[in-house]
């Protein structure tokens, strides 16, 4: 059960074939507040750095891309009314989606938390 | 800050809402009791009174006077919002679009009665035709987006005729783009694709080159670019775009930075629209609608919407229906023919400068904007290695960070100093972005006076960040919450319980 992030600064935590993921705390903190989160459709194919949600702060709209390929099978309807959810904690209750993923191995190529911070810092 | 008793501030006078002032029972005006009682709505009539704001004639003026005196407009001071050319509107060309012949017509007159303005719309074609380089123009957009959408359905057109409607579907736009630009695309259907900026801020050609394929309808490039950089690959990119089977869509938002030295035609561009509201100065940005003609190249030409004008032997005609064009028009963008006042404004604007003075226009532009540049760098981070830059200087809050202050507190800093903020947190490219357009038609005394202000606000975010935090202390409003504003947003006014029965 650990944590990968992506270049594009989203989380995935891998639980069996469940991938959940959100957006990481720094890309959090980077955003300041949210106000607007856009989740995916339950039973959306997303592929790996395709499109997945978009997170609105008061500065910028951003889009969030699927850190795994398969199918959305859960959203976090949490964040539909309470999007300050994200910045409260972005990596816990601010999750976005559950993706059934359809390719084992393509976390692997993603970054452990301290390869992710210190990608962050530069 | 001392608070007042009235909660006026000086000689501005605080205001509410309309809805909140006077009371239900006053009115202005004295109307006749209607004639005849017999009620013909069958019980569909309104149960309550309409529930409108109660003024008389002496209230109601003084409360838009007071909401006047809010507003900040480019004949007040300085406004160097990045990206929207808020340069001076002169006064000739309003003098000019006032003339009756031309502010007093109507759209439906028959058109032996409008040869004036035809003719006029004709000559103003034409100088647009000529300093683009390009084909044909449809001048009925009304707006840059519009313009856009306008040349993205000349592309999706011109796709369709080759029977590649349904297989190109992929438009490439860089991540620097204005938002217009994939909103546009998806309009119309298309699926976008981001193409990465380098280092130094430019569209990065390698990625360019593998997004490229038998699916691409076309790519949405702005140049200058959003980071107020020219793209000096332009022409490989046409090349490559065209390779590929594709058009190119310019958008001409920053065309202000290259009119009369640089044609859109000569670089390859297949469509461009022009912000007659930017670059040929009629009012915007709540002064006057705008106007976004849409230029196109001989590939696009015969897909241009109607209405167009034609000339048949002295008299000028309107082809109002795609059945009786030349080409093949995708359709029409509007009930009428554009916003016929700018067109006045924008003709006189050129007929004043002529070709050697909108030519100057680009230059001063862009010499106003390094003069900024030469004077704000050491100052601020500029991005990109603080190359010059074309008609805005980008910066970003990369120095004010450390010190606790942000571009959104600097912004409102600068209302307490009596200028419009620069454009803020955009492009999207740069961090904490702060996009700044002097225009052509600021002094260097002007020039100096912001630069003067802006320096001595980064030395003060060094010491007293508090300051900042806590901005603006003197505009009609303090810092305004927009995040609730965002999250919880009230979309309109709702009476109050007493005024709902008051209404009853």
Redesign the interface.
Known sequence: MTTKYTKDHEWVRIEGDVAVVGISTFAAE?L??V??VELPAIGKQVKQGGDMAVV?S???A?DVYAPVSGEIIAVNDALNGN??KVNEGAEGDGWFCKIRIANAGEADALMDASAYADFAKA | MTETVSGNRGLLQAEALIFETGSLARTGVDMPAPKGRANRLGGLGRKVAPALPGLSEPEAVRHYVRLSQKNYAIDLGFFPLGSCTMKHNPRLNEKMARLEGFADLHPLQPTQTVQGALLLMEELARWLLTLTGMEAVALSPKAGAHGELCGMLAIRAALQARGEGETRKRVLVPESAHGTNPATAAACGFIVDEIKATEDGHVDLEDLKTKLGPDVAGIMLTNPNTCGLFERDIRTIADLIHGAGGYFYCDGANYNAIVGRVRPGDLGVDAMHINLHKTFSTPHGGGGPGAGPTVLSPALAPYAPVPHMVRRGEELALVEHAEDAEGTPFGRMCAFHGQMGMYVRALTYMLSHGSDGLRQVAEDSVLNANYLLARLKGHFNAPFGGQPCMHEVLLDDSTLRPHGVETIDLAKALLDEGYHPMTTYFPLVVHGALLIEPTETESKAELDRFADVLIALAERAKTDSAHFKSAPHLAPMRRLDETRAARQPKLRWKPVEALKTAAE
């Open positions: 980077q300041g507040d106000v607007y609105e008061a500065k910028a951003s999007p300050e």
